[in-house]
């Protein structure tokens, strides 16, 4: 087992799907905080349309990929995603990982059957398990991850262990945190784990309930319950978890979104203190992305919005905003508005992190 950084609850574990807007995005971070983040990377799903072979996908989610997480202690691979395409799929991603020089840690799970193999050929790192909800609601939780330590010989102590609590946007706040705090109860030993992790998001599964040309708050539940009930409580846990989310991506992401049957609008997703920022203009097919986003960056640079607006200097992303705003050129695509979005975010948690009253 090599050496790796084991980190605690002052640490964030962002879960972001490989594309290439997050890829930038990590790259753009602060180089203070990359030392507090380990981030938890998702090869997304095969979409035969844009990657007839396994090969043709894996070159496009590692394009980049290794010099995204330089800088950072380690992070995490997932690729239950592409589960349909079988073992050696798992087998290739992890085998592209070590050969780039990547250090990861694979993530399995007690559930699961596709990418178990491939995972613990590649433990150099220690192994993270990632419990999901479905598996709590089923009951046996705690029983069947034990089993799943016993038969696979593995030690607590050598798994970084994830309590994923996966979308909770359709929870209210007292509901996010009675879902946490019974989940995390079913935890067998949880001082033993290497690490352990809370995970879940609270972002809005799509931007239909923000009006044509308006705003709408969303309040970030899952980081409210953390911090207000969590953290608040820590001297009575047995254990603080870590932090994590999915950044300003609901979950089950936009694998399955078709530009040419399916129609987007343009719209800037801005982390706040307690919530998301949802600015939302128009159709792209009305008006072009490249004409919206600059009108759109001013409401939050110069306009009714700016209040909201963190400044210029917060971070590269909103740097970018501003640039935006004053009419730079080249900042007018969706990819590169989740960019900068997500530049945002991961500097909002880490910083938010780093200013709570640790003893």
Not at 34 to 63: C, G, N, W, Y
Not at 143 to 159: M, P
Not at 162 to 189: H, K, M, S, T
Request: aromatic letters at 8%.
């Amino acid at each position: 087992m090599s050496n790796i950084k084991i980190f605690g609850p002052d640490h964030y574990v962002p879960m972001l799907k490989v594309k290439r807007g997050e890829k930038k995005a990590l790259q753009a971070v602060p180089e203070d905080l990359k030392a507090m983040m380990t981030p938890l990377l998702e090869i997304v799903e095969r979409r035969h349309e844009k990657s007839p072979t396994v090969q043709h996908h894996l070159d496009k989610a590692f394009t980049d990929l290794p010099s995204a997480v330089l800088g950072y202690p380690r992070c995490l691979i997932d690729v239950h995603e592409m589960a349909q395409d079988g073992p050696k799929a798992a087998e290739g991603a992890f085998r592209r990982a070590a050969a780039s020089g990547m250090v990861f840690t694979p993530v399995t799970g007690i559930s699961r059957q596709v990418d178990v193999a491939a995972a613990f050929d590649h433990r150099e790192n220690g192994l993270a398990i990632r419990l999901t909800r479905e598996e709590f609601e089923g009951g046996r939780l705690a029983k069947t991850l034990e089993q799943f330590v016993a038969e696979h010989s593995l030690a607590n102590e050598d798994v970084d262990l994830i309590v994923d609590l996966g979308p909770v946007d359709d929870l209210v706040l007292p509901g996010v945190i009675a879902f946490a705090g019974a989940f995390l109860d079913e935890v067998p030993r949880p001082s033993e784990w290497r690490t352990l992790t809370l995970s879940g998001s609270a972002f809005p599964s799509s931007m239909g309930g923000v009006g044509r040309q308006s705003h709408l708050n969303a309040e970030r539940a899952e980081w409210k319950a953390w911090r207000d009930d969590l953290f608040a409580r820590r001297t009575e846990l047995q254990r603080l978890p870590t932090y994590s989310d999915f950044g300003i991506q609901h979950p089950t992401g936009v694998e399955g979104f078709d530009p040419r049957t399916m129609q987007v609008s343009a719209c800037i997703r801005y982390t706040l203190t307690d919530d998301w920022l949802l600015i939302k203009g128009e159709s792209t097919r009305a008006t072009p992305a490249t004409e919206q986003f600059p009108d759109l960056a001013t409401q939050l640079v110069y306009g009714h919005l700016r209040r909201d607006f963190a400044g210029s200097d917060h971070c590269p992303g909103c740097r970018s905003i501003k640039a935006a705003a004053d009419g730079w050129p080249r900042l007018g695509s969706l990819e590169a508005w989740r960019r900068l979005g997500t530049i945002h975010h991961l500097t909002t948690v880490a910083e938010a992190l780093a200013a709570l009253p640790w003893p």
